[in-house]
Structure formats: C-alpha cells, structure tokens
C-alpha cells in the first residue's frame, strides 16, 4: 500500500507564511525587483524545505513490542523499533501512539534504534495491528510532515483489574469453603511438588530443577497446598464488564497467592493450576469473553 504523507503547519510556519504573503503584496504593488527577490528566496526555501522533510520519512520501517502483560485502562510502555533502509541519516523522527509519543534525535543510515511510547488501551481483547503516526519537524520546524501506519502486532490486552471489597471476598471464600489454606500434617520439610516462581521466598526456590529448565521453580510443600479455587462469571455482581473485571482480579490475587486457580466458561472449563503462564491464560480467556 502506498503511504499518504500530510502536512501540518507549525507556528513557525503561520508566521513564516504570513511574512511572505505580505512581501509579495508589497512587491506587487511597489513593483520592488529586492522585494521580488526576497520573495523568491522565501518560496523556494519553502519548497527545499517540504523536499528535504519528505526525504526524510521515507525509508523507515517500524516495530511495536508490547510487554508480556498489558491490561485496558493502564498506562503501557511499548518498545518501538525504528530502522532506517536509507544511505543518510534521519533526523528528528517521532513516533506517536496516541497521547504518547517519542522523539529519535538521530537514525543513522542503515541503523536501528529504539525508544519507549507510552500508551493507554481502553478496550480489553485482541489487537492484530496498532495505528500509530510517524512524523518529523526536519529540517527547520516550518512544517511537521507526517504519515499514519498499522503495524502489525499479535496481542491480547488483558480486562482491567476491578478489586473486590474485602468484605465480599471474605463471604466469598467462606461460601465456597476456600478461606484458608488447608496444612496436611506430614510436615513444612515434606516436598510436595514444583510449581512456577510468583514472588514466594527465596528460601523455596527449587535450585537443581530451575538450572535444567532455565525458569525459577519453587518447592511446593504440603501444608501450603490448597483447594483449587475455579471461577466463574456467576460469582460476581456487575455488569459483564464488570464481572470480566473482578474475575481478572481474582485470578491475579489468588495465582500471587500460590493458589491453584481454574475458571468455568460457557462452553469448557480450564482445570486449576499454578504459575505466570497459566494466569496468562485465564486472563487471555477473561480477555476475549
């Protein structure tokens, strides 16, 4: 597809523009041949400025990582990579997304560089391509030429989180018999399990099984296991954004708990378990209800 590029005028620009209209009335009308001269050096440092601006937007290719986890409604950071195919450098490039936006000082020929833009998702779900604006004041900030790109991005933006009051969740638990975690009598030394690292003691970390996998696993003893809690759009009040909601925050209290943690859909139930990965799922799921 071809790009569209559009430009704005700065307010360098009104002013630059509004001197050489009136020169050009007043070369007209005194027949001045300096004036005439002035004018013609205005307009073509104009033209040689637009030139040079749309040089310098082309070429460039643009990528978008998003982080591991992005929830609707909160402030994200984007790692944005821009790469310039030209021989000459790019100078003062910017990249927008949104409110947030980042500025590339310098982007030598054939090099990449990277920046971070900060942004807010308002909607939870799947976003096959984000839009964002690339735009530059080169060379002298007269005018910002710019162009509008989708570039292409596989993520899922998680619900925003909506905390329970405690109260409710204390009723909630005792209803569903999973207020406490139930200690077995073997005891704290008798392994249990492994199960993924979320933010447990140092002194639990499964050293031997982590160096063979490359990711931290934590022993899981037995009187720290629980009943597995499985939840359901049922057992929340709300709207259904507001139930999707509560239940993203559910999942992701009780997963930094160490609780097994599964979840009841219309169609299919995800089993409980443990670990960042699985809370990754259920909040994917919660996402594209």
């Known amino acids: 597809m071809k790009t569209r590029y559009k430009v704005r005028v700065n307010r360098v620009g009104v002013i630059f523009i509004g001197i050489t209209i009136f020169l050009g009335v007043a070369a007209v009308n005194t027949a001045n041949n300096l004036l005439y001269l002035v004018v013609s050096y205005m307009l073509s440092f104009m033209l040689l400025s637009g030139i040079l601006s749309l040089y310098n937007l082309r070429e460039l290719e643009v ?16 790692r944005v990579l821009v790469k310039n195919r030209k021989r000459l450098p790019a100078f003062l490039v910017g990249v927008r997304i949104g409110e947030g936006s980042y500025v590339f000082p310098l982007i ?14 308002e909607r939870r779900g799947h976003y096959s ?10 060379p002298i900030g007269l005018f910002e030429r710019f162009y509008s790109v989708e570039v292409p991005v596989n993520l899922v ?28 009598s073997r005891g704290y030394e008798e392994l249990y399990g492994v199960r993924e690292y979320s933010n447990e003691p140092l002194k639990l970390i499964h050293w031997k099984i982590s160096a063979k996998t490359g990711s931290l696993y934590v022993k899981d003893m037995v009187e720290e296991s629980a009943p597995p809690v499985v939840l359901s759009l049922d057992m929340v009040e709300g709207t259904l954004e507001e139930r999707v909601s509560k239940l993203a925050y559910l999942v992701r209290r009780f997963t930094s708990e160490g609780r097994q943690v599964g979840l009841r859909l219309t169609d299919r139930t995800i089993q409980p378990s443990t670990g960042v990965s699985h809370k990754r799922r259920l909040l994917s799921e919660l996402a594209l209800l």
């Open 129 to 138: 391509s984000i839009n964002l604006e690339v735009a530059s004041s080169f």
């Open 63 to 78: 990528v978008l990582i998003p982080p591991e986890e992005v929830y609707a409604g909160t402030m994200t950071e984007l």
């Open 108 to 121: 030598l020929g054939g090099k990449e560089v990277e920046g971070m833009v900060s942004t807010i998702f």
């Open 157 to 184: 933006v998680f619900p925003k989180p909506l905390a329970v009051a405690e109260t409710y969740l204390s009723a909630f638990q005792r209803e569903k018999g999973q207020a406490k975690f139930q200690s077995r």
